[in-house]
């Protein structure tokens, strides 16, 4: 909108933002009536339709105390939550939750503070439904006798609903966010009950399918381990052989912390003290033990190694400036703008067409490229593939472009698993340090070792089954994506 005029009656509750008002939304809103059976929130929570509740403030002590995941804002992205959430509580704390909580599959989790999260959502699997949320996000449950919860899921993500989502979002002491006004959204629901059924199948299937691969990249750390130590591909497809219930059954709860390894004590001679570096995680012993014993199968090459033999090649992202942000659509990439192996769908900054000519021949993205997170603490060591479908980005200074030169020796997917293993996550934490007021891995990335296969069918193999859960989830976000454009086309 650019402007409009507002008779003072129309006002509400002393709101004087216009972006509250705006008429865009309202004309928009109307034309689908026709089609739409527009219910305001509040009059489904009042009938008993929906049923929102918010999470807890469980307090910082509660931090890392267990492997059960506290899902705050950040944890949500892609319509699911991370694999690997950045804090975990106890079991003793959980309970303590879980029945005010009362996690159950078909859930709707939706990010009601936190100024550009708000409004991101997922919905609830058994995967993930042992969880602990926090009070930023609001819990919305559906009746199933009203409408499926998967049919809701993706009216909240239609284009028209994110807009009112934003025009109610306000600034409450330091942090963004649209409080009770969710109650205040409009959700058109197509009167046409086949229509209805067709998307919320459609949605259903596409989620599953992109559960099924969040549940590998979940385990994924242990079963590449596994594949290394056996030298045969036998742990991945056994684990993609089970049904559900047996995954569900046997899956592992992990947080970041994970990585961080599990050492006490070791002596070290003087002299194999490296560039001054004094930190005992450096030279875990557990990890050259296992390069060691892993030296047998696999080729234990370091990235330098393979960049100076032309194998790979790294590079950086460039730092663009904070007014290049919100100039246009192309997506801006940043350290948070990535999970479970691929890029949000929703990055946090665009930049123009002309910012995005300026550095495209520099950067160079392709698709197969890997991102690595080089510089945040937590996030370290975090990567994602980049696919036809987001190529065109640019990426931050504190991001590493990983691109494969020699696809015979290693190609794009091999890598990603590698990078993903227990025994190279943790080398990259070793290797993390504190510079000036954050973290990062900086030039010590290339000294991570990677153990690669020798035999070509276990190389091969684990390629074809990477590619495949890869393109899958992201055949499924492409669907979701054009579910939530198709309900309430305007």
Same mark, same amino acid.
């Given at each position: ?73 950040? $944890?949500? %992205? ?5 694999? !690997? ?6 079991? #003793?704390?959980? =309970?303590?939750? &879980? ?92 009167? $046409?009950? %086949? ?5 919320? !199948? ?6 599953? #399918?992109?559960? =099924?691969?969040? &549940? ?9 381990e596994e594949v290394l130590k056996s030298n045969s591909t036998a742990p991945i497809n056994d684990f993609l052989a089970k049904d559900w219930d047996e995954i569900i059954t046997d899956m592992t709860q992990d947080t970041v912390t994970s990585e961080f390894g599990h050492f006490e004590t070791f002596w070290i001679n003087s002299a194999d003290v490296k560039e001054r570096i004094y930190l005992p995680k450096y030279y ?9 014993s892993l030296s047998s199968t696999c080729d234990c090459v370091s990235i330098l190694s393979l960049c100076n033999n032309g194998f790979i090649s790294v590079s950086t992202g460039d730092e663009i400036g904070k007014m290049a942000y919100g100039t246009g659509d192309i997506p801006f990439i940043r350290t948070s703008d990535f999970s479970n192996w691929e890029l949000k769908h929703d990055p946090k900054q665009g930049i ?139």
């Open positions: 909108m650019i402007n409009y005029w507002l008779n003072r009656s129309n006002i509400r509750e002393r709101v004087y933002i216009p972006k509250y008002y705006d008429p865009g939304i309202t004309a928009r809103l109307e034309k689908l009536k026709n089609t739409h059976n527009l219910y305001r929130v509040n009059d489904l929570v009042q009938n008993g339709s929906i049923v929102l509740s918010t999470g807890h403030e469980i307090g910082k002590l509660a931090y890392g105390t267990g492997d059960i995941p506290f899902v705050r804002t950040s $944890d949500i %992205t892609n319509w699911e939550t991370k694999t !690997a959430p950045k804090q975990g509580v106890s079991e #003793d704390i959980y =309970l303590s939750y &879980a029945e005010s909580q009362n996690v159950e599959n078909g859930d709707i989790l939706l990010v009601r503070d936190g100024t550009y999260l708000i409004g991101t959502n997922c919905i609830i699997t058994e995967l993930d439904k042992k969880i602990v949320y926090q009070s930023h996000i609001l819990k919305i449950r559906v009746s199933k006798e009203f409408i499926d919860p998967y049919l809701v899921f993706v009216i909240l993500n239609a284009p028209i609903v994110q807009e009112q989502i934003r025009s109610v979002q306000f600034t409450a002491d330091t942090i963004d966010t649209i409080g009770n006004r969710f109650q205040e959204l409009v959700l058109p629901i197509p009167k $046409d009950k %086949t229509i209805c059924k067709e998307i919320a !199948a459609i949605s259903k299937k596409a989620m599953n #399918d992109r559960e =099924l691969g969040k &549940a590998f990249i979940k385990q994924a750390p242990v079963i590449i875990d012993p557990d990890i050259t033990d296992e390069i060691s123009s067409e002309e910012i995005y000519q300026e550095y495209r021949e520099s950067q160079n993205v392709k698709a197969g490229d890997i991102l690595l997170v080089r510089d945040g603490t937590y996030l370290i060591g975090t990567s994602c593939m980049i696919t036809e479908e987001d190529s065109k980005i640019l990426f931050c200074g504190g991001l590493y472009k990983i691109r494969v030169n020699d696809c015979e020796f290693l190609d794009e997917w091999l890598l990603l698993a590698l990078l993903n293993s227990y025994l190279v996550k943790r080398q990259i934490r070793t290797k993390q340090f504190t510079r000036d007021v954050i973290d990062t891995i900086g030039k010590r990335l290339y000294e991570v070792v990677l153990p690669i296969p020798k035999s070509d069918e276990v190389r091969k193999s684990i390629s074809t089954q990477m590619k495949s859960i890869v393109e899958t989830r992201m055949q499924g976000r492409i669907t979701i994506k054009e579910q939530a454009n198709i309900i309430a086309p305007c």
